[in-house]
């Protein structure tokens, strides 16, 4: 099998190895020294800064989604959500279920925000920003420097779920005032799924002082409370924990995240120029480095998933719902190769020749 999907990824040989072993107890110093080097690595690869601090929950994207929004905003709030797709929706109703006055910003599918849009809400005494950087469901890149000089001209809290994003895009916390980062560990940190992390400014902590989480399981104030002795206030997925240590290691001794987004922008482009000729339709109007949203003119996206998966043991990542038919998407996160592009696009080809797209 080869996977092409957004998460869960191909994971690199020393995290699969850590996968085979017996799962320690955790109350441990080693297991704490593990934590907070992981906390360290995902400051540096964030460039969050020095007195950033970090939480690993274990629960996938979502339950991060959702626990910075019960942390940190209440009924004092009212937050812009950018809704570019699914993605953008999830953090919508999770607003919508906790009672956060927000207005949306919605996107027609593969659009990307403009300098416009964000006009007729400048100085309309909003607090908080929440965005998916990359719109994973339309592969939709949105512009950083023009979220950033929003937020900070308006004085707004910004919360930026990076889940697919982080690793493959730049990201610059710190310069970009971003107060909340979020990912997730079966996206471009190659994981098992299971565990997702928020990276949160010293004024995303102070924040949490005057905030009541309503929740035991998500509640950041006991998670960084813990983390300071670089522990959980439950059983984490320390299994998982221990991979991603080994992959935020993997990535340091290989020259750092900017040698990883390297890889992957590399990847991307290589596969972008190799699909040029073919029938497809690139979707988005900005494109992120993690995926390729693609169209195609002649069939069914669906069924170009289903085909590829069971006659050629080659997965890419489908859309639901309304975008079913029109969409699928190849990613370029996880263990992959330019060898990798080429065998999809020899079964692509293939496929060609059998009139199947
Ligand atoms: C994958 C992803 C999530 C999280 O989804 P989970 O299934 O909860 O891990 C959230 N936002 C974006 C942009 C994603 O790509």
Not at 244 to 256: E, F, M, P, V, W
Not at 276 to 293: C, G, Q, R, W, Y
Not at 335 to 352: C, F, P, R
Request: glycine share 8%; charged share 25%.
């Amino acid at each position: 099998m080869i996977n092409f999907t957004v998460g869960p990824v191909q994971s690199e040989d020393c995290v699969r190895e850590i996968g085979a072993q017996q799962v320690p107890y955790f109350r441990t110093p080693e297991f704490s020294k593990v934590m907070l080097e992981n906390e360290r690595l995902m400051k540096k690869f964030a460039k969050a800064k020095e007195n950033a601090r970090v939480a690993f929950i274990t629960g996938s994207g979502t339950a991060s989604m959702e626990a910075t929004v019960m942390n940190l905003l209440d009924e004092r709030d009212k937050a812009i959500v950018i809704n570019g797709g699914s993605f953008g929706q999830r953090f919508k109703e999770i607003c919508d279920i906790h009672n956060i006055n927000h207005s949306q910003i919605k996107l027609e599918t593969g659009k990307k925000l403009t300098k416009d849009m964000l006009e007729p809400f400048e100085n309309k005494g909003y607090t908080a920003f929440i965005v998916n950087v990359h719109e994973t469901s339309t592969g939709v890149h949105y512009d950083m420097d023009l979220i950033s000089d929003f937020c900070s001209r308006n004085g707004v809290f910004l919360i930026v779920d990076a889940i697919s994003s982080f690793l493959a895009d730049e990201f610059k916390m710190a310069e970009w005032g971003v107060d909340v980062m979020i990912t997730g560990s079966q996206k471009a940190l190659a994981c098992p799924p299971g565990v997702s992390v928020i990276v949160l400014s010293s004024k995303a902590v102070n924040r949490l002082d005057s905030y009541n989480s309503g929740c035991m399981y998500l509640d950041l104030k006991s998670a960084l409370k813990n983390g300071e002795r670089g522990q959980t206030p439950f059983t984490p997925a320390v299994g998982t924990l221990l991979q991603i240590n080994a992959r935020l290691k993997s990535i340091d001794n290989a020259g750092g995240v900017e040698k990883e987004t390297e890889k992957i922008a590399a990847l991307a482009q290589d596969f972008r120029e190799k699909i040029k000729d073919m029938p497809f339709e690139i979707v988005s109007e900005s494109l992120s480095n993690a995926v390729t949203p693609l169209h195609p003119l002649n069939a069914s996206a669906y069924e170009i998933f289903t085909i590829l998966k069971d006659e050629y043991g080659i997965w890419v990542c489908p859309n639901g719902g309304a975008l079913a038919d029109e969409i699928f998407r190849v990613g370029h996160i996880g263990a992959l190769t330019s060898k990798d592009n080429d065998a999809l696009i020899s079964a692509l080809k293939n496929m060609e020749k059998r009139g199947l797209i």
